[in-house]
């Protein structure tokens, strides 16, 4: 792959206190390409994701968006970002339980400054390909687990970030449950041209991306770069076969207590696992929306229409500030 990354961490060092969750860490990930996260509890990989993600801040080294750095910004310029270039899917807990469905996808629409009927009827188009025709007025509560999951990634997508984040996106489902939304998950921001960063414990789930980075110990062994084996050979869009064995040239990595480690055991490999084909393929595939780059009307979104988001943001179930 030639094509320039699309976000890019460089010795990254976060701390809590004494503990050093990011001990020096690189990262890297390009356009429409899929990585994983892996390793231990507590090895900082959701501190990692929320770093590149602009939730927190690193203590030490940069984070650069399209060749921009972003970590330096401030809160509101980070929120902002967010809220337009990234996507967020986690394990739970990330919709507002007191809106619809529709309206919890088109909140970051309506946020944006998009007129509630034009992002509700977006989000709304996200229904039918992702099999939740008929739930568009279901409260949170009232979903599946599968099912607040396929919303949330709506949610995500909807407003054609360059970079989704997912921290245990399958954590909280049955396997069978776990793979639909999974293939879901990969499939859309594939379409879209989006960069996944995926932190998940089953390598299985990691399988599915085009690489895997393992955090342990907080250190990156083999001084760092390349960072992670490929796992899918031929990243990008037209969802290239994926190779079977991540043994090759380049190290494997593993992450440890913040830093990334390289080793020589393949990592987060399924023997025999071959890529599914990419976007809608047949009539199990789901249609994906066309949703048109182009502006929507400026009207301004009457507060009464917004929720009312607690006034400093949204969180997610660690706590983390979303928007
Ligand atoms: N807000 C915080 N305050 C204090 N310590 C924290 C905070 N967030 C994370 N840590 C610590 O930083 C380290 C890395 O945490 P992190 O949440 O990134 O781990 P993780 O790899 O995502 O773990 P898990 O797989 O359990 O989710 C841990 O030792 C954790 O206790
Ligand atoms: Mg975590």
New binding site residues.
Partial sequence: MNTAPVLTGEGLV?R??T????AGVDFQVRRAESVAIM????????????CLAGI?RPDEGRVSLDGRRIENLGEADRSVLRRTRFGFVFQFGQLLPELPSVENVALPLMLDGVARRTAVARAASWFGPLGLAGLEQRRPGELSGGQAQRVAIARALICEPAVVFA??PTGSLDQTTGAETLRLLTDSTRKQGACLVM?T?DPTVAAACDRVVE?RDGLIRGGGAPLAVPVRAGAGPAGAPRAEVAHGPEPTVA?S??RVASGSEPVAVRPGHSAPASGPAGAERPQWPVVPATAVPATAVPATTLPAPAPSGHHNE???RLW
């Fill in positions: 976060k809590f206190g503990t050093t969750a990011l390793g231990p509890s507590g090895s900082g990989k959701s501190t990692l994701l929320h927190l921290d245990e932190v414990h955090v992450f207590a913040g660690e706590g983390a």
